[in-house]
């Protein structure tokens, strides 16, 4: 009678094993992979440091990290 039981128990648990290694996995679409928070990165005109898009300073077509950066680009053209 013991070994019933412990054969019953080891293909009970051999079946929840399988169906759980078999159930299809979620497929992400291109856009739901990309990670929370990320953001573009653009490059200092003037030092080559990477900003994310939104903090960076636009003037005359070029991408600043700071305004002194924008200042000092200007300033170089300028004079």
Do not use: N, W
Not at 8 to 29: G, N, Q
């Amino acid at each position: 009678m013991r070994i019933l039981f412990v054969i019953a128990a080891i293909v009970i648990v051999f079946m929840i094993a399988r169906t759980l290694l078999k159930r299809p996995k979620k497929t992400l679409k291109r856009d739901e992979r990309k990670p929370l928070g990320a953001e573009k990165m653009v490059r200092c005109d003037h030092c080559g440091l990477h900003v994310p898009e939104h903090e960076a300073i636009l003037s005359d077509g070029h991408r600043y990290c700071s305004p002194e950066h924008e200042r000092q680009a200007r300033l170089g053209r300028d004079g």
